[in-house]
């Protein structure tokens, strides 16, 4: 019988072992696929820009699509000043999506070999969302020395509350990178069990009823079917979700105070 | 005629004109299939959820650190997760304005 256990899809293995001072540096499953997600992006982006035609054929139309609908969330919602954090933002949102992407691959890279979604380990996702938090913290700083601190001032409060509201405020900002690290994180996990248990459903209805099992199999079948259809888009949504975050948060580093 | 004369000063113009209505009027037609498709009540759930969360967890945490360093247990937790709740509060808030202002982030 196969391994229903729908939460194996996240262990992670050492594949090549490796100690330094200490510390277990080893590269595993999950590094495996980091370094898959940054290949498949250069890859991919190199072949599709690999013949610059001014009327592009389908594949850069792609890639000129994702650099146009980037640029265009920055500009909306930071204001044309944000875009020098163009290379940032795109950078993450092409790793997060090509990351959930190919954790969507139910064998991969071959048979007998489980895929790995990289974003479904919190560890992945707060390390992203603190390099948000810090770049805005240090860009906002640099540029705006102590008017950054505006930002946790809101104009028109009455200075016998302020006390509390600049409290309330500070609290709120550091809570910045744990709900957009959670998001993505819970997304992905909760996405990839639901999917794991309804498959793991047919598995077991077929090792304890027989034929007449795999026939009744159908029903939780076709909720697999639809759940990966759904899940494609979650993958797509969560990467623009992350994305369309950081430009909110990139928007307070540029002009604080609002 | 007043109008045909002045097309005539400069064809290219009222050409380029009628091109950029027409072109304006179909964007408009094919831009709310766009928007629709990035909200999902999953996501949206997940977002506020997140955001509530993290407030009363900063909160909590900061009041729990207050009470090690000045050993004042455990008013430091209870002020700070109370600070916490208006912290997650107010992140939602603004969660739900950039939400319904069309920005998104669902």
Known sequence: MADTNPIKQFEIHELVPFEAFGLNLAFTNSSLFMLLTAAVTIVLFTLAMSSRALVPNRAQSVAEIIYGFVADMLRSTAGADALRFFPFVFTLFIFILVANMLGMFPYFPGPGLHSFTITSHLIVTVALAMLVWLTVIIYGVFKNGPKFLKLFVPSGVPAYILPFVSLIEVISFISRPISHSVRLFANMLAGHILLKVFAGFIVMLGAGLGVGGYVIGIAPFAMTLGLTALEFLVAFLQAYVFAILTCIYLSDALHPGH | ?106
């Open chain 2, 1 to 106: 005629m007043s109008r045909d004369k002045e097309s005539q000063r400069d064809p290219s113009k009222a050409d380029l004109d009628d091109l950029q209505q027409r072109i304006d009027a179909r964007r408009e037609k094919y831009k709310p299939a766009a928007d629709n498709a990035h909200n999902s009540a999953w996501s949206l759930g997940m977002r506020y959820g997140s955001e509530f969360f993290g407030g009363v967890l900063v909160g909590g945490a900061l009041g729990f650190g207050l009470d090690y360093i000045a050993g004042i247990s455990p008013w430091g937790l209870i002020v700070g997760t109370m600070f916490g709740f208006a912290a997650g509060t107010l992140n939602v808030v603004r969660a739900a304005k950039e939400i319904s202002s069309g920005s998104n982030g669902g």
